[in-house]
């Protein structure tokens, strides 16, 4: 069968949300425990979730969630080409030098951009104008991702070659349902796997960085969740998407620059960061027992509103796993999941 070009699936010109996928090539425990070889490469997943806060600083990509496994990796990213319109040309340039940068220091890290590198971008509007489209494109957000993790671990073990197999696979998700029912298999992909128990032990998860947040959290009474995610730098979940939506919520009152760790601070669920944690520890309990169980009163609402009953809600979840769609969820709701 004929592949579908990238371009089908992914555009760069409007607000999409997507959960892509990337495999280590022939599914090789290269960021984990190899029985073969018996070394461990846990620590690539540490490269591999540094280089993800990374990029969300960088591009007008909001990364929702993300489990970095042994062998894959799974990301729910949306798309913010409105956001990317807003930055001025120096912006654009000025944050495609953090990512590609001209010059670095003895360690590695990046000079910053001189004025004539800036306005070697800025004083071509074609440059711009590509630069920009760039800043709010999946696919070079997972080439981003892919050829660093790449380079640093053939380099590590000195060898040349393929570290990850075949091109990233993309689905589109269309409404809030689908959006939160993948955020939640990807947040339980280590409890589905048998890896851990639950998500506070779900390692490399965007469930466990808000967890442990959560748990240095001093005075949970004195805001809500809502204003709790948007009230400063969260040391281990700062640079994802919060999870309440905020449609008043605006990218652009913020400052720009390397202290601004994501795109914007919208939000993607019609349920709090605590309701969504409940739910995800009731979702996880329902798919490992393999029972349906009666679901918890406070939580029935939850997915009244996602137009859900319980049975259905587990039987979404699970399906993620099951194969691997092109398009989830119902057209007529787009604008639920996709924000702008």
């Known amino acids: 069968m004929v592949r579908r070009a990238r371009g089908e699936d992914i555009d760069p010109a409007k607000v999409q949300v997507l959960h892509c996928t990337h495999r280590c090539v022939r599914r090789a425990f290269l960021c984990g425990y190899d029985e073969v070889s018996k070394q461990s490469f846990e620590h690539r997943r540490v490269w591999i979730r540094q280089r ?73 509007p074609k440059i711009v104008a590509d630069r920009r489209r760039r800043l709010s494109d999946v696919s070079w957000w997972m080439r981003c991702t892919a050829e660093n993790i790449a380079r640093r671990s053939n380099r590590e073990d000195e060898v040349t070659g393929h570290f990850w197999e075949s091109r990233f696979k993309a689905q589109e998700l269309l409404d809030e349902a689908s959006l939160v029912a993948c955020a939640a298999y990807v947040d339980l992909n280590p409890v589905r796997a048998a890896i851990a128990e639950t998500p506070e032990e779900s390692d490399f998860t965007g469930a466990k960085d808000r967890i442990d947040d959560l748990k240095q959290r001093e005075d949970p009474a004195a805001m809500s969740d809502h204003q709790w995610e948007r009230s400063g730098p969260q040391r281990f979940s700062g640079w994802l998407s919060p999870v309440e939506i905020d449609e008043r919520s605006s990218a652009f009152e913020h400052p720009t620059g390397e202290s601004h760790r994501r795109a914007d601070e919208k939000g993607f669920a019609s349920l709090s960061l605590s309701r969504y944690l409940e739910l995800l520890d009731w979702t996880g309990r329902q798919l490992r027992a393999a029972k349906r169980g009666r679901i918890p009163d406070h939580l029935s609402s939850i997915l009244k509103r996602l137009g859900l009953q319980p049975s259905s809600w587990c039987d979404l979840v699970a399906d993620f796993g099951r194969r691997f769609r092109r398009v989830v969820g119902r057209p007529e709701m787009v604008h639920a999941a996709g924000g702008g």
């Open 52 to 124: 993800l806060e990374f990029l969300a600083s960088i591009f007008a990509i909001e990364c929702i969630t993300y489990a970095v496994l042994s062998n894959h990796l799974h990301l729910v990213l949306r798309t913010r080409p409105d956001i990317v319109a807003k930055w001025s040309d120096r912006e654009v340039a000025t944050r495609w030098l953090r990512l590609f940068p001209g010059r670095r220091r003895k360690d590695g890290s990046p000079e910053p951009p001189t004025e004539v590198e800036i306005k070697s971008i800025t004083g071509d």
